[in-house]
């Protein structure tokens, strides 16, 4: 299919018609007004109505515009990672990992660097998961070590080998200043280091604020955005260590 | 019991004695033990202040001189006041140098010495509890001044820059825009810092380093504020972590107003060895108690990683471990923010009903304690929208319920750190529910044998059950075994626990023995 050009949609196919909001740090009057229409206009919204506007503490203005945008969305050239591994069931992972890897598949997690928010790295391994989906503890032939927060890189490093880690999986939600980015370069950094290429586990990265394409960047095998679920970070683990590889020798 | 539930007096007299049962043992260990961080937060009463050029404190200095020559177990103050007698100076920081400098040496005195060493100890450490003594009058001449907010709920709100400099105008137009408690969060990693950094700060991590120098600008900002707003501004900070004692020293130092303090966060969610939790945690309590600060524990916590359907009964065991460990270390009713939130998945068929039932519960369990009411944090997705109805929701139950403290929540939760519009739209959001049905809590009683009614007697039977099964086998062993919040954390792992220490036969701790006099 070419030539798949959509714009969005208010309530008539074709419209254009987009919501924002936003704060200018102008008091409110009618120039400030004037300014959060320059500033839609500039963003390709023409017609911009601003359709409320609101004083917020001493010298600021926020906005809600509507307007029709005039940009065009070419859906050829949308550039995303698509999912090229198929999506198992657990009692489909623990099969496979069981017959074909006869040995259970070992899975170390942690939160790297100051970040100390567990939330992601929790909801893919503990039992708990997330949205009704059970977490990678619960998999029978996965072994499965949580290391929690504030984990060093060399910790990491060390437990990884302990463990005899097939995969490393690492949780980052702190962003300020690209923590996440700096911490993940300096995680895949020292892998490389303490081990060589066939003895390394695979590395993931996770977390709401990664971009899913950056993976040669940070030196990882994977990165798995926002709403991602404990099965499909089983069977990319599946995929990658098993199926691919297999495939490939 | 004021009674909207029905709640059977002999059960909830039953749980508070499983309660005592579960929290004794802990308590008999937190008496019989130290830590470096109690040490040190007794160096900071008897006047150590500042950093070496490293910016490592001169209590954490002058602590590991006196672990290095004659260990903890025997407490810091009489090996310190020791050495200070024979070098024949007088002030405590001016030893901490030359002892990180190696030209002082310590020992365990004993007859004559010991006991003019410990009176000096006692007399130097006394004068940095009446500090503490100061602030709190001061507060309540503040408070007298100003008033409190005009309603109930307390509106709480969060600032968070990294920067003091930035933190202290975003509060200011907190308070301004309705705040009635300003908490300023800490860097990310300060929690697992075994000292507590120095000075103005301006680098933090999704927060600010919590020092003495930070809180002291930001209670004098909002000092300002409040005199501004005719009402008085509660400022906010973090007991907890690796130096929780010092955390609690430094808060009534400087007349912060509530501290966060929870008896198991940082065991379940820092992975901090609990013996040195309970041990620091005693003590920031009596600390907390005579400096008048409402101490907020972190039972929501718990609902962020187990189910908050399932799970509900871990947060009132929970709150009533608080409490009796809160009630022990001498904090009275009034300074309770015991914890808990609003989690529950939206998709569960009466998910609002069931946070009522769970809201109210804590409510009639502890009728005098300032309930500390959380937002949606887990369930909130990025779809501002949704969220900001949700956090509607949350507001309502608040005053519904009669809760104390009202942690305002944001739509844009899980999304960025607030917004100036985000902060703006939430408090439009509490403005409007608290005006719209501010009062409505008087016209709230679940209906007999209704629905909120069973459930909250089903979620205290849950409870009593946990209860005894923890009275069967020790609340570290439950701890070890991932009863709350699903984190397994056994006694002798996680971090901190090379700076605990059994007490020796002479141990002397002139700040506990101060504190403990007066409860």
């Known amino acids: ?249 | 019991m004021t009674g909207k539930l029905d709640l059977d007096p002999v059960l909830v007299a039953r749980a508070r004695e499983l309660a005592r049962r579960a929290g004794q043992p802990v308590v008999d260990l937190a008496r019989s033990h130290t830590t470096v961080s109690v040490e040190r937060a007794v160096l900071r009463l008897a006047g150590v202040t500042g950093a070496d050029p490293d910016g490592i404190p001169w209590v954490n200095r002058l602590v590991d001189a006196v672990v290095a020559d004659v260990g903890l177990g025997h407490g810091v103050a009489v090996p310190v006041f020791d050495a200070l007698a024979r070098e024949g100076i007088t002030d405590v920081t001016l030893l901490a140098q030359k002892a990180a400098a190696g030209s002082v040496r310590f020992a365990l005195p004993t007859g004559r010495a010991a006991t003019a060493a410990r009176s000096a100890a006692r007399r130097a450490v006394g004068a940095g509890v009446r500090r503490i003594d100061r602030r709190r009058a001061e507060r309540d001449r503040l408070v007298t001044r100003h008033g409190d907010p005009r309603q109930r709920p307390w509106i709480y709100l969060i600032v968070a820059t990294g920067d003091i400099y930035e933190d202290i105008p975003q509060a200011q137009a907190a308070a301004r825009a309705g705040a009635d408690v300003i908490a300023v969060i800490r860097s990310t990693g300060q929690s697992l810092l075994d000292y507590v950094p120095e000075g103005a700060t301006r680098e933090g991590f999704a927060g600010t380093y919590a020092t003495q120098e930070n809180f002291r600008l930001m209670r004098a900002a909002l000092d300002e504020s409040s005199k501004e707003l005719g009402r008085y501004v509660r400022l906010t900070n973090y007991a907890s972590g690796l130096c929780m004692p010092e955390m609690a020293t430094l808060a009534g130092l400087e007349r912060l107003d509530m501290m966060l303090n929870d008896s198991m966060y940082g065991i379940l969610f820092r992975d901090i060895n609990p013996v040195r939790t309970f041990v620091d945690q005693r003590f920031s309590r009596q600390v907390h108690a005579r400096a008048g600060i409402i101490i907020n524990t972190g039972e929501d916590n718990y609902l962020t990683t187990a189910d908050a359907v399932d799970e509900a009964h871990t947060v009132t065991v929970s709150q009533l471990l608080n409490e009796f460990f809160a009630h022990e270390a001498g904090l009275a009713d009034w300074q309770l923010g015991l914890g808990h939130a609003f989690e529950i998945n939206p998709e569960v068929p009466e998910s609002f009903r069931l946070e009522l039932a769970h809201a109210l519960l804590a409510r009639e369990l502890f009728p005098d304690a300032p309930l500390k009411w959380m937002p949606p944090t887990k369930h909130m997705t990025g779809d501002v929208f949704r969220g900001n109805l949700l956090d509607g929701f949350f507001n309502l139950a608040g005053t519904l319920t009669g809760q104390g403290i009202l942690l305002v929540g944001m739509m844009t939760e899980a999304v960025v750190t607030p917004w100036l519009s985000d902060r703006d739209i939430a408090l439009q959001n509490v403005r409007y529910v608290l005006g719209a049905a501010g009062g409505l809590h008087e016209d709230f009683v679940p209906a007999p044998g209704g629905f909120i009614r069973r459930r909250a007697n089903q979620v205290l039977g849950e409870a009593l059950d946990l209860l005894e099964r923890i009275g069967e086998q020790t609340l570290l062993t439950a701890i070890a075994e991932g009863t709350f919040g699903i984190m397994k954390r056994p006694a002798d792992r996680g971090k901190g626990l090379d700076g605990v220490a059994a007490h020796e036969a002479d141990y002397c701790n002139p700040a506990t023995d101060i504190l403990e006099a007066a409860a």
């Open chain 1, 1 to 249: 299919m070419s030539g798949q050009i959509v714009r969005p949609y208010g309530d008539t196919t074709g419209d254009g018609m987009v919501q924002v909001s936003f704060t200018l740090p102008v008091a409110h009057d009618k120039r400030a007004e004037g300014a959060a229409v320059q500033l839609a206009n500039k963003m390709g919204i023409d017609p911009a109505m601003v359709v409320h506007a609101k004083p917020m503490g001493d010298g600021f203005t926020f906005f809600v515009v509507y307007g029709r945008v005039n940009h065009l969305v070419d859906l050829d050239a949308v550039q995303v990672v698509e999912r090229d591994f198929a999506l198992l069931s657990a009692k489909e992972v623990n099969t496979v990992v069981k017959q074909r890897l006869r040995r259970k598949l070992s899975v170390v997690g942690a939160c790297i660097g100051t970040d100390a928010h567990t939330v992601g790295i929790d909801a893919i391994l503990n039992v708990k998961g997330i949205a009704g989906e059970k977490g990678l503890e619960y998999y029978r032939e996965l072994k499965v070590t949580n290391l929690g927060a504030q984990v060093s890189v060399p910790e990491l490093v060390e437990a990884a080998r302990a463990e005899k880690a097939d995969a490393v999986l690492v949780s980052q939600v702190v962003t300020q200043r690209d923590a996440h980015l700096r911490n993940t370069r300096e995680m895949s950094a020292a892998f490389r280091e303490a081990m060589p290429a066939g003895r390394r586990p695979l590395l993931i990265v996770g977390g709401p604020r990664f971009d899913e394409t950056m993976t040669d960047e940070l030196g990882v095998d994977r990165i798995f955005g926002r709403g991602t679920t404990p099965g499909e970070v089983a069977s990319y683990l599946v995929h990658a260590l098993i199926t691919q590889r297999k495939a490939m020798a």
